[in-house]
């Protein structure tokens, strides 16, 4: 079988390059560090899976499914592999054909490729509607995060909370009532973080996207990010570029930033 990677962290690539030379079965393997390379090899080359991140920078793993789906050719069996457990439903939506969670064990990826080779398109759709009542339980689930503070373990749902501001070695909590002090670093609470919407705009904060309202540019290369209730951050150049996942469309920004 021809297979193609495409996801933006080397570590994954590297993991599933490991899974996929265990196989004999492998003709041909490439990997696209995003969905940008990848369409340029899919318009070049024919494949017979797809191994698809989901968050990625210019557009997202879902968007370039859309874009498979819409040629008039045939594409790849697609396999979703991501942490992101919330896109289950929307990934199943556009016919992937098996979804795989990190961090994956390679039998998993075996399964998925097998399972990947042996269905038509008709039994993938098939296998849709069996497979969508459980994606959807598993998407209304909690999704509650837990916080131990002051000898106590609460349960937050991070959809409350609006930032996180390192404050030398803790964090700072805010949620719109209250807020909570962890002895944390920034960067953890960032990368654990990350699934729920948050992202980094300076390295003493995280917002959640779901909270900003409005971002400015300035001369200096900078931003001016506000969210609800009229509370303004610096977003820093080192992390600008992170602006670009506050939204899926962005129009009359071709330029958004670039230096």
């Known amino acids: 079988m021809r297979v193609l990677i495409v996801d933006d962290e080397p570590l994954s690539r590297s993991s599933l390059e490991r899974a996929l030379g265990e196989r004999d079965d492998i003709q041909a393997l490439e ?110 689930k909690s999704a509650k995060i837990a916080i131990k503070t002051k000898g106590r373990i609460l349960f937050v749902d991070p959809a409350d909370v609006v930032t996180i501001e390192a404050q030398g070695n803790y964090v700072l909590i805010q949620r719109a009532a209250g807020s909570y002090l962890l002895r944390e670093s920034i960067s953890t609470m960032g990368e654990r973080l990350k699934p729920y919407g948050f992202i980094r705009i300076h390295r003493s904060v995280l917002v959640n996207s779901s909270f900003v309202e409005e971002i400015q540019p300035w001369t200096t290369g900078e931003y001016m990010l506000r969210i609800k209730g009229g509370k303004e951050y610096t977003v820093s150049r080192t992390y600008k570029s992170n602006l670009k996942s506050l939204a899926r469309l962005w129009i009359g920004t071709d330029t958004f930033g670039a230096d």
């Open 31 to 140: 990997s696209a560090n995003d969905a940008v390379g990848a369409l340029e090899l899919l318009q070049k080359k024919s494949y017979d899976v797809l191994l698809l991140d989901i968050n990625m920078p210019e557009f997202s793993g879902i968007e370039l499914a859309d874009r498979l789906n819409k040629w008039r050719r045939p594409i790849p069996s697609i396999v979703f592999v991501t942490a992101h457990h919330q896109h289950a439903v929307a990934a199943f939506e556009k016919h992937a054909v098996d979804y795989v969670l990190k961090p994956f064990s390679n039998a998993r990826i075996h399964e998925a490729l097998d399972m990947a080779m042996r269905r038509t398109e008709n039994e993938r759709a098939a296998q849709l509607l069996k497979t969508l009542p459980q994606l959807e339980e598993l998407f209304s």
